[in-house]
Every structure is written in C-alpha cells, then in structure tokens.
C-alpha cells in the first residue's frame, strides 16, 4: 500500500522565480491538502483539493496555485518566490476530507 | 478559528523515562490527531482520537472533547522517541489546526 508521496524532495530557487511541488495520496484517497511549515512552527493549511476543485483555502496570497489531477494526484505552484516562502511543504491526502490526514514526506524549499 | 495550544514547548528526558504531553483547544474538539514529526520532517501518524483513550505500545492517548484537552503518554522513553509532536484539529472545517509543537529530547 503506497503511502503519499512528493517530489522533489529539495528545491532551491531564487527570488521572483516559480515552483511547482507534486504530490500523489495514498492508496484509496481522493482528497489533498496542502501546509506549510516554516522553521520552528506547526504547519499551516494552505489549500485543499477534492474532485479537482478547490474546496478551501487558508490565508495564503494568490501567488499560491494548486491543481489536482483525475487520478487524484495534486501540484502546489508558487509565483514570484519571496525569501519568506522557505518552508517545508507538506502534503497530505484522506477519503472526502474526512480524518485521518496522512502526510508525505516534504519538499524542503529554499529560496536565496 | 480554533486555537491549538502545547505544553511543555522542549523536554529533556533520560532513555526510560516517562512523559506526558498536553493540548489546549479553545473550542470543542471534533476530529483530534497525533503526530510525530522525526529529524527529515515527516509527520509520522500516532493517533485518530476525537475522544477517549487509545493505546499503541509505549504510547496513549487520552481526548476529553467536553473539556477541549487532549493528552499523550510516553513511556520508557527510547532515543528514537526524540522529536517533535503535534496535535491537530479540524475545529469544524476542512482544514487540520496545528500547535506548535512540543519537542522532546531523549538522551541515552
């Protein structure tokens, strides 16, 4: 039973430049959802994908851009890369929305 | 929203010791996981709670939903227990509420 998975697993970029992030759930799973993590505090939800519509969103500006595929798996892109978008991002997929949330491993993301 | 509290913010244990870690919701608390968070950053699953007490090995958990609190136990604590933990809500949304954290060290 695959769990989620993310690629890449690291990514350094510079500022003003664009980053897609991928995720494919877990076995069965039909829901993603995407955190943020920066150094030193707990994740905080960006958006979340179920039947390829966003169904909600956190307090991220529109530089943030999701799509979620028919096969369920999900993109997490990022515009005009601000120092402040170093973070851990975080991927995690569950059947309709529903808990429990699993996550993948991350995509550590450096931005000079 | 709701609001996610963890208390200690560090702790420091010798291996075999025990411990607790606590959360603070400020509102009712519906669908309340567990998670550890090891040293490459995945957050490794440790308990679905919304209510009651579950048990896994050396570890516990208890949910009292009506008094918004939620408690893990650790027991004969291993280096390998080192980390960070959080609990997260879904406080009636879609989205899971983090806490900051507790890390916990575990020295050998």
């Known amino acids: 039973d695959a769990g989620v998975t993310q690629s890449p697993t690291h990514l350094i970029k510079t500022r003003g430049q664009q980053v897609t992030l991928r995720c494919s759930p877990k076995?069965?799973?039909?829901?993603v959802s995407w955190y943020q993590q920066a150094l030193g505090q707990g994740p905080q939800f960006i958006f979340q994908y179920y039947e390829e519509e966003e169904r909600q969103r956190g307090n991220f500006p529109d530089r943030f851009s999701g799509h979620q595929f028919p096969n369920y798996s999900s993109e997490l892109n990022v515009n005009a890369l601000l120092l402040g978008d170093s973070a851990l991002y975080l991927c995690?997929?569950?059947?309709?929305?529903?808990?429990?949330?699993?996550f993948g491993p991350g995509t550590r993301l450096t931005v000079l | 929203g709701i609001q996610v509290e963890q208390s200690p913010p560090d702790l420091i244990l010798q291996e075999g010791a025990n411990s607790t870690l606590r959360c603070n919701f400020s509102d009712s608390v519906n669908n309340l996981q567990w998670f550890h968070q090891n040293p490459w950053g995945q957050l490794i699953n440790l308990f679905y709670?919304?209510?009651g007490t579950k048990q896994n090995g050396r570890l516990s958990a208890t949910t009292v939903a009506t008094e918004r609190y939620s408690l893990l136990y650790i027991s004969s604590s291993q280096t390998t227990d080192s980390g960070v933990y959080f609990c997260a809500d879904l406080g009636g949304s879609e989205k899971l509420v983090f806490g900051k954290g507790t890390k916990l060290t575990v020295n050998p």
């Open positions: 709670i919304p209510s």
């Open positions: 076995s069965g799973h039909d829901t």
């Open positions: 995690a997929s569950s059947l309709t929305g529903a808990l429990p949330q699993y």
